[in-house]
């Protein structure tokens, strides 16, 4: 019998200049996350099955919190 591919636990990359992690939480279906903007630090949880979705979420929060004014600092 074929064995289901295994889904990563974790997962970081770059949205708009701004680094940002994700890892698999306890809970089925519920992902941590952490980034920081300026000198805030960012920290919580997303819901997604699927890491591509979870990711998703994340870069969507990325975007909302540089759209309310809060912009890198280099």
Known sequence: MAHRPQQPDEHS???RGIHYS???NAAPGYWR???VIGAKV???RVQGRLPLLAIRRVTMRIDRD???GQVPTP
């Open 42 to 44: 960012r920290a919580g």
């Open 22 to 24: 994700l890892k698999r």
């Open 13 to 15: 990359g770059i949205h």
């Open 33 to 35: 996350y952490a980034y």
């Open 66 to 68: 540089m759209r309310d």
